[in-house]
């Protein structure tokens, strides 16, 4: 009986121990998910109002060049209708028109009532919810010095006094309700080709950036998010935006794609490195570059020097395969010291080539001149390849003898070299930084590894208490 009576004991404690053991586990558990819903919820939603209603409302002009697409209604305020261009606007209008470039209703200050009064709400909305994004307090301040290359945010308010590029994609990282803002006190923009990328159920409609400077957005470039700009939004060639385009002043279109998705874009647009539907080939961020699918889809990019069309990568195209003048048969610049002679701005690249008179040098402008010098004076000029990107010219000099010496070495020029993938630098001199690398695998946020473990957890609590805790 009294074994029995211990036996039944120690059964119970272990079942109490284990039970308490159960009960601090699943405890931890809902600590671990409900900081995962606290920490991912980022700032208060920015309320836009009635300016919420549209993909682009402006105040001074709206205007398009090319095969502009929207998807949404746009307006104008308090500026006309005259003041939208570019759309080929349906006639006579009522209290809106439409536009072939617009799936959706075209709105202005000078249409039919009630439209004045809904313009001027629209605007006086906007306006509230830039004020509202500009003075929402900072969780981070001056990330990357304006520089962003491969950067990822979490939820959470972010501000520059700097103007900020985007050189390279950047990642958004978070859950479908999740809130970010940008505040951004100069210019604001987004280089070619190059993307704001959402990973983990991010919505553009919850992202804002609010911009005091002009937004810019490259050619082809690929945007999420709410634009709340104070001066003026330009979208250049082949740039899509998921989002909106909200000014106090312009809206400048040049064959745009714009519209507002319940989260990143869908994979039925060109540039999302999937080959859908008509597309001839797609490869992403490479799309536009030399070699690679065009910016259309529908082909490789190939840029011909020599056809008197500047293209991508090219510093000059005059339209012809001559080194001797302004644009050399590479198209780049013809410069001093490059070898070649640009008779509009030179008249040597060496001695030899002022021989017609006799004492005449070749000066460190490239113009040919009597030549007198004091020993042991210097002369210098430029010389390398190109400045553009991480390349810069460098100098070469040379010495008086009796005459002057020959032209030394170049000292200090950075010629291309091969691109060094994940540096942000456009390292081959060509305009374009990190071509042909591939992107970064994004890494798992912080949130979504709580929200798995505790998931798992729990489970695991579950089936242990199923068995042993009765």
Not at 127 to 143: F, I, N, S
Not at 280 to 286: A, N, T, Y
Request: net charge negative; hydrophobic share 35%; charged share 15%.
């Amino acid at each position: 009986m009294t074994n029995n009576k211990k036996c039944n004991f120690m059964i119970s404690t272990k079942r109490g121990k284990f039970k308490f053991l159960i009960f601090t586990l699943l405890s931890v558990a809902i600590i671990l998910l409900s900081t995962q819903f606290i920490a991912a919820a980022g700032p208060a939603n920015v309320n836009l109002g009635t300016a919420g209603d549209f993909v682009i409302l402006a105040e001074t002009k709206i205007s398009t060049t090319g095969t502009t697409s929207i998807v949404g209604d746009i307006g104008i305020s308090p500026a006309a209708a005259s003041f939208i261009t570019g759309f080929g606007l349906s006639s006579p209008p009522t209290t809106f028109t439409t536009s072939s470039l617009v799936t959706g209703k075209v709105y202005a200050y000078d249409y039919d009532v009630p439209t004045p009064a809904k313009m001027n709400t629209a605007i006086l909305d906007m306006q509230t919810a830039y004020t509202d994004a500009a003075g929402r307090t900072p969780d981070e301040t001056g990330r990357g010095a304006g520089t962003l290359s491969g950067e990822t945010f979490v939820p959470g308010v972010y501000k520059w006094t700097s103007p900020v590029t985007i050189t390279s994609d950047i990642y958004l990282t978070g859950g479908a309700n999740d809130i970010w803002i940008f505040q951004i006190d100069q210019t604001f923009n987004i280089q070619a080709g190059k993307k704001i990328i959402l990973i983990g159920g991010a919505q553009a409609k919850n992202i804002f950036w609010q911009v005091a400077g002009e937004t810019t957005l490259y050619p082809n470039s690929v945007f999420n998010g709410i634009i709340l700009d104070q001066t003026g939004i330009a979208m250049q060639n082949g740039a899509t935006l998921n989002g909106k385009a909200l000014a106090q002043s312009a809206v400048t279109l040049i064959a745009n794609r714009i519209i507002l998705y319940n989260g990143s874009l869908p994979q039925e647009y060109c540039g999302d490195g999937i080959k859908n539907g008509n597309e001839i080939c797609d490869e992403g961020s490479l799309n536009g570059q030399v070699g690679h699918c065009n910016t259309q889809c529908t082909g490789t990019t190939t840029v011909v020097c020599g056809n008197h069309i500047l293209e991508f990568g090219e510093q000059c195209d005059d339209g012809n395969l001559n080194n001797n003048d302004a644009c050399k048969n590479d198209c780049t610049n013809n410069i001093c010291g490059d070898g070649y002679i640009n008779p509009l701005a030179e008249q040597c690249e060496s001695d030899g080539d002022c021989s017609v008179i006799i004492g005449q040098i070749c000066n460190n402008i490239c113009s040919c001149a009597i030549s007198s010098c004091t020993p042991g004076t210097t002369m210098s000029r430029q010389c390398g390849q190109t400045d553009i990107g991480e390349c810069s010219y460098g100098t070469q000099t040379r010495t008086c003898e009796e005459v002057w010496g020959t032209w030394g070495t170049c000292i200090g020029a950075v010629n291309p070299v091969g691109e060094i993938c994940g540096d942000g630098k456009d390292n081959d001199c060509d305009r374009l930084i990190d071509e042909g690398c591939h992107k970064p695998i994004p890494v798992m946020n912080d949130n979504l590894f709580i929200l798995l473990v505790a998931s798992t957890l729990i489970l695991g609590l579950y089936y242990s208490f199923k068995k042993y805790g009765r």
